[in-house]
C-alpha cells in the first residue's frame, strides 16, 4: 500500500474512533467542572467537546476526503487502473500483445517507457498536462459508472503529436530520418500527426466495435 493509502486508512480510523466517543459519551462532557487536561492544556468540558466534535465532523472527514483523491490521482496513472473499465480492455490487451504494430504496442515491447506507459503519453508534459490528464480521467469515471458511453469509445481532441515529440525530437535516430525534418513544421504546427506516417496508437476504431472479428480477442480481462 501506498503512503496516501495508509494515510487515508489513519485518518478515517481517527474520525470513526471520535466519532464513537461522541456517539457514547454524548454531551455528559458539558457537565463536567473541572478542567480537561489536553497534553499541556487544560480544557473545560464544553471545550474539549467542541473542538472533538470539531475533528470528527469537520476536520478529520476533509482531511481523509483528501488523502484519498490523492490516492485515487496517483493510482491512475498505472495501466492497472485503465485496465479497471471494460472499455478499455482493448487498449491495454493491444499494448501487451507482441505481435501488434500498434504505437502502444511498440513502445510496450522496445522499453520506450518504463511503467506507467498509458500516462505518460496521455499527460502531456509540466503540470497542466497533468491535471488535465487527470481531470480526463474524473470525466471518464463518470461516464462509465453511469454508463454514458457507447462502443467504441472515441477520444476527445486530436492526438497529442506534442508528447511525441517531447520525448523523440532531438534524438539520433529521430534526427536520422529526413522526413522528420521535412514534416517538422507540420508537426510543430498540429497539421500532421506522427500516425499519419507510423499507424494508429491503439486498435482501429472498428475492430473495437462489438460484432468485428477482432472485438472478442481484444476483450479479454487483462488483468
Request: net charge neutral; proline share 5%; hydrophobic share 40%.
Amino acid at each position: 500500500m501506498s503512503l496516501f493509502a495508509w494515510v487515508t486508512l489513519g485518518v478515517g480510523g481517527l474520525t470513526l474512533v471520535l466519532g464513537l466517543l461522541l456517539l457514547i459519551r454524548g454531551p455528559s462532557w458539558l457537565k463536567r467542572t473541572r478542567p480537561i487536561q489536553l497534553g499541556v492544556v487544560a480544557l473545560s468540558g464544553v471545550a474539549t467537546y467542541k473542538l472533538v466534535a470539531f475533528f470528527a465532523i469537520a476536520a478529520l472527514p476533509v482531511a481523509t476526503l483528501g488523502a484519498a483523491h490523492v490516492e485515487l490521482l496517483e493510482g491512475a496513472k498505472s495501466v492497472e487502473a485503465c485496465a479497471g473499465c471494460h472499455v478499455m480492455w482493448p487498449m491495454v490487451n493491444d499494448l501487451h500483445d507482441p505481435a501488434s504494430d500498434s504505437l502502444a504496442a511498440r513502445h510496450f515491447k522496445n522499453r520506450y517507457i518504463q511503467g506507467e506507459e498509458c500516462y505518460h503519453c496521455h499527460s502531456g508534459y509540466g503540470f497542466n498536462g497533468a491535471l488535465s490528464a487527470k481531470l480526463e480521467g474524473y470525466r471518464h469515471l463518470v461516464r462509465y459508472t453511469t454508463g454514458i458511453y457507447q462502443e467504441p469509445i472515441r477520444m476527445r481532441g486530436k492526438f497529442d503529436t506534442a508528447s511525441c515529440l517531447n520525448c523523440h525530437e532531438g534524438t539520433r535516430p529521430f534526427e536520422a530520418i529526413n522526413s522528420h525534418h521535412v514534416a517538422s513544421e507540420r508537426l510543430a504546427e498540429g497539421t500532421m500527426s506522427c500516425t499519419n506516417c507510423h499507424g494508429p496508437a491503439h486498435p482501429t476504431r472498428s475492430e473495437r466495435t462489438p460484432g468485428d472479428a477482432h472485438y472478442q480477442g481484444l476483450m479479454r480481462d487483462p488483468l
